[in-house]
T-cell receptor, first 108, second 112 residues
Framework: GIQVEQSPPDLILQEGANSTLRCNFS?????LQWFHQNPWGQLINLFY???GTKQNGRLSATTVATERYSLLYISSSQTTDSGVYFC??????????FGTGTRLKVLA | DGGITQSPKYLFRKEGQNVTLSCEQN?????MYWYRQDPGQGLRLIYY???????QKGDIAEGYSVSREKKESFPLTVTSAQKNPTAFYLC???????????FGPGTRLTVL
């Protein structure tokens, strides 16, 4: 089945810094989701991005489906950005495969 | 306010007991899912349902059961056959299978 790898596994930033998180997948996909899991465990939808680039405030995402990767950019990071970031891609017709996540800590 | 609710937020179970976790959505989605998350890990699929009265096993269904009698509701029962049930359980829904998923706040289950 499809494999999903995220990097880096851990990231520590000073408030105000920018960062790039990467999601690699082993097979072609027709959509991809990015999530932020906050410290309380809630999974927040960030982007649903099969291809191209989308922006939402300080966050943006780019998926290059032909090269099998997606990038999540966080600019001017804030302490509230801390948590775990997951990407997920569909496998077959019914389920998503989740990466192991990037754990982000933003220091004040 | 559209969304997905899960209850309870925290649940404690004695060994040998069955417990049922609730998941309700008012997004008019056909597909619903249950995932399990262990500390420091990603999400693993337990069961999914494409439509009312239909559900299928995911990757780790042993020791779990579900029902889908109403479009809005997809309860998960953790049975005594589940050897290591302590985990965080997340319910999700999407318009159709493998479309954009939305998640509930989760239930944290601890076996005493």
């Amino acid at each position: 089945g499809i494999q999903v790898e995220q990097s880096p596994p851990d990231l520590i930033l000073q408030e105000g810094a920018n960062s790039t998180l990467r999601c690699n997948f082993s097979d072609s996909v027709n959509n991809l989701q990015w999530f932020h899991q906050n410290p309380w465990g809630q999974l927040i939808n960030l982007f649903y991005i099969p291809s191209g680039t989308k922006q939402n405030g300080r966050l943006s995402a780019t998926t290059v489906a032909t090269e099998r990767y997606s990038l999540l950019y966080i600019s001017s990071s804030q302490t509230t950005d801390s948590g775990v970031y997951f990407c997920a891609v569909p496998s077959g017709t019914y389920k998503y495969i989740f990466g192991t996540g990037t754990r982000l800590k933003v220091l004040a | 306010d559209g969304g997905i609710t899960q209850s309870p937020k925290y649940l404690f179970r004695k060994e040998g007991q069955n417990v049922t976790l609730s998941c309700e959505q008012n997004l008019n989605h056909d597909a619903m899912y249950w995932y399990r998350q262990d500390p420091g890990q990603g999400l693993r699929l337990i069961y999914y349902s494409q439509i009312v009265n239909d559900f299928q096993k995911g990757d780790i269904a042993e020791g779990y059961s579900v029902s889908r009698e109403k479009k809005e509701s997809f309860p998960l029962t953790v049975t005594s056959a589940q050897k290591n049930p302590t985990a965080f359980y997340l319910c999700a829904s999407s318009i159709r299978l493998a479309n954009e998923q939305f998640f509930g706040p989760g239930t944290r289950l601890t076996v005493l």
